[in-house]
T-cell receptor, first 115, second 115 residues
Framework: KAGVTQTPRYLIKTRGQQVTLSCSPISGHRSVSWYQQTPGQGLQFLFEYFSETQRNKGNFPGRFSGRQFSNSRSEMNVSTLELGDSALYLCASSLATGASGNTIYFGEGSWLTVV | AQSVTQLGSHVSVSEGALVLLRCNYSSSVPPYLFWYVQYPNQGLQLLLK??????LVKGINGFEAEFKKSETSFHLTKPSAHMSDAAEYFCAVSSPTRGSYIPTFGRGTSLIVHP
């Protein structure tokens, strides 16, 4: 069974640009969540999508947005990039139902560097 | 509300020695608890989880953790450290509310293994 797949793995952007990251969840998983990981702030929750609807949102500015498609694949977008957006962006998926539904599985992450 | 505290941002052990990584949580409802491991330049990998039932949970790579409700702890142990165990370890708590399974992560503990 394929795991969570994130693309691209590495990218470099210039301040002010925008970026779109993609995530394909484990087959059958309907929930996709996104996290930002930095050395200073650790793992911070961005948002969660379930059946194409944003169900939860972390404390990030509106420049950070996401969406989920009918096949559960998800994208996140960051507009007007700032230097502080440089981070590892992790996608995770889960069944989100039942006793085992709370276990989330992570992808390898997308390394974003803003210069 | 839920939170996780990992005691010690760095833990150093000798190869073959006992590994003990500490995690304390707070949760207003019975928690689900997790340990994840992150190797350099990779995403997070699930080591083990506690949902209900037996309080001693065994995971991959010889790790185990014990849920102690009275101490609100979920410490991770391994009898004998191996060089390949050097990584970042994250404790997480999930308390499903309003249908959400979003876990809260600790700041992580870096395990250093000396030869």
């Amino acid at each position: 069974k394929a795991g969570v797949t994130q693309t691209p793995r590495y990218l470099i952007k210039t301040r002010g640009q925008q970026v779109t990251l993609s995530c394909s969840p484990i087959s059958g998983h309907r929930s996709v969540s996104w996290y930002q990981q930095t050395p200073g702030q650790g793992l911070q929750f961005l948002f969660e999508y379930f059946s194409e609807t944003q169900r939860n949102k972390g404390n990030f500015p509106g420049r950070f947005s996401g969406r989920q498609f009918s096949n559960s694949r998800s994208e996140m977008n960051v507009s007007t990039l700032e230097l502080g957006d440089s981070a590892l962006y992790l996608c995770a998926s889960s069944l989100a139902t039942g006793a085992s539904g709370n276990t989330i599985y992570f992808g390898e992450g997308s390394w974003l560097t803003v210069v | 509300a839920q939170s996780v505290t990992q005691l010690g941002s760095h833990v150093s052990v000798s190869e073959g020695a006992l590994v003990l990584l500490r995690c304390n949580y707070s949760s207003s409802v019975p928690p689900y608890l997790f340990w994840y491991v992150q190797y350099p330049n990779q995403g997070l990998q699930l080591l083990l989880k506690y949902t209900t039932g037996a309080t001693l949970v065994k995971g991959i790579n010889g790790f185990e953790a014990e849920f102690k409700k009275s101490e609100t702890s979920f410490h991770l142990t391994k009898p004998s450290a191996h060089m390949s165990d050097a990584a970042e370890y994250f404790c997480a708590v999930s308390s499903p509310t309003r249908g959400s399974y979003i876990p809260t992560f600790g700041r992580g503990t870096s395990l250093i293994v000396h030869p």
